[in-house]
């Protein structure tokens, strides 16, 4: 995929979809991270579920701490994976509370060195609660920068250096939203939605599917 095509791609993203936002629910930059780190294998919809009930009651590193891993259990149940969840959560406030003046920090190093917290996590917190230019890649945006020969590569860090090198600047502060939720929407795992595709025709995927 040449140049010219990458920066209308994005540029029809953007037509389409001016400010695109994540769809976890939060209010804060803690809010944020702790809903990323519970959304791991699992849904926005599922971790709104629980947060709306959460955070109404604890979201700052203090009063989720306070909460304890069965305390937190309740509110996150809900969740797969939420036993392991649970515990990191508190880990991390434990550890904000105590290093970082119960504040997010705002680098990669800081924030990867907090328990549940991988590269992704890292990266969508930099980009959606502090405006850096990172791109954190998922299975959609994955998905979606290979069979579109967006960014090609065999693992996601390999995607992500190449989509980084690849993406105009001036869109890579949406660029990771447009490709995640271009992957949740249209072009899904089973059968993408090409015909109703707005970037079909610059799209380099061969097996194309028409929409029924």
């Known amino acids: 995929m040449n140049k010219n095509k990458r920066q209308q791609i994005f540029e029809r993203f953007r037509t389409e979809n001016p400010s695109p936002k994540t769809e976890l629910e939060y209010a804060s930059p803690f809010e944020l991270l702790i809903a990323v780190i519970l959304s791991a294998q699992a849904t926005d919809v599922g971790v709104n579920k629980a947060t709306r009930k ?9 009063a989720i701490y306070k909460l ?4 937190l259990k309740e509110y996150i149940k809900t969740i797969g994976l939420y036993n392991s969840k649970a515990n ?14 119960s504040e997010v920090p ?7 060195a907090l328990p549940g917290v991988g590269r992704k996590t890292a990266n969508v917190v930099l980009n959606t609660a502090f405006g850096q230019p990172t791109m954190a890649v998922d299975t959609h945006i994955f998905r979606v920068s290979n069979r579109t020969a967006i960014a090609k590569g065999k693992d996601v860090v390999e995607v992500e250096k190449r989509l980084v090198k690849f993406i105009p600047d001036e869109f890579m502060m949406d660029a990771h939203h447009w490709l995640i939720l271009h992957g949740r929407y249209t072009c899904v795992a089973r059968k993408p939605r090409c015909g109703s595709c707005t970037i079909e025709d610059l799209c380099e995927f061969k097996q194309k599917v028409g929409n029924d």
């Not at 304890?68 to 305390?71: I, L, P, S």
């Open 68 to 71: 304890g891993v069965e305390g």
């Open 88 to 101: 990191n959560v508190i880990k991390t406030c434990r550890m904000l509370v105590e290093l970082h003046d």
């Open 106 to 112: 705002q680098t990669r190093d800081a924030l990867e």
């Open 54 to 62: 959460l955070y109404p009651i604890a979201n700052t590193p203090k």
